[in-house]
């Protein structure tokens, strides 16, 4: 049963009472092995096919034989709420979001991990980081991809995994980036379909996916990842996902 502290938070009981009673998804999330949550649909459509292309998938067995289940929470403020209900019932969870959950001024992944409770060295850990990260980088224009970087080294140590190569959310010029590079442009590199355009393989395959199912972003991430083979970021991030499960209660293949 879930404690009386969790009743009382009445704000995150009528958000999980809300996804359980619109989802079967998120109902089922609770009998499954282990969860990936996802912060968006492209990537629900197209990673567990990849994950299941992918060179682990053939070691350790794909999701659907380890019976991990895959969850879009909706948005980079999403993850916090299922992270509580998954710790509540035991099941072992894992998250991958974009960049931009990793902002100092927006709502931090770790700040919504810390948040949902849980072990405490793993929240001291990251509310560490987030204590120095706000004092060193007050503003966004004082983000540096070093405490980025850093931020995603940390948070793979916690189960929490992106494929984000920075975390600017639109081509912006004038940020302080990194000491000295005042007036440097920077993409927008924090989303997943930033990832997908990275990788030049895929830019007519994804074309094709995106022209194929314009309105439904899972149908064109499920498109493409049909199409293609699974890029080599992603089955490593397949092998963090399962060696983080695993350790935290996923029952092993075989």
């Not at 770790?110 to 980088?137: I, N, S």
Request: charged share 30%.
């Amino acid at each position: 049963r879930l404690p009386s502290e969790d009743l009382e938070a009445r704000e995150w009981v009528q958000r999980i009472t809300k996804e359980l009673a619109w989802s079967a998804d998120a109902r089922g999330l609770l009998f499954a092995n282990g969860v990936v949550l996802l912060e968006g649909e492209t990537e629900l459509g197209a990673l567990p096919t990849w994950f299941a292309k992918s060179t682990p998938a053939a070691e350790r067995g794909s999701p659907e034989d380890r019976h991990v289940a895959f969850y879009s929470v909706g948005g980079d403020h999403g993850f916090g709420a299922f992270v509580r209900y998954l710790d509540r019932f035991g099941v072992p969870w894992a998250i991958v979001c974009d960049g931009a959950a990793f902002r100092i001024d927006g709502h931090h992944i770790f700040e919504q991990v810390v948040g949902a409770g849980g072990d405490g060295e793993h929240t001291r850990e990251l509310q560490a980081y987030l204590d120095r990260a706000r004092r060193d980088a007050p503003s966004p224009d004082d983000m540096t991809p070093e405490l980025f970087d850093e931020g995603v080294a940390l948070a793979r140590r916690h189960g929490i995994f992106t494929l984000a190569s920075g975390w600017h959310t639109k081509p912006r010029r004038g940020a302080r980036c990194s000491e000295g590079d005042e007036g440097e442009r920077h993409e927008a590199d924090e989303s997943f379909e930033a990832f997908i355009e990275s990788k030049g393989d895929l830019a007519v395959p994804w074309e094709k996916a995106t022209g194929t199912s314009p309105k439904s972003k899972p149908r064109a991430g499920r498109l493409l990842a049909d199409a293609t083979d699974c890029p080599a970021e992603v089955s490593e991030l397949y092998a963090g996902l399962l060696d983080h499960l695993e350790a935290h209660g996923l029952r092993r293949s075989g």
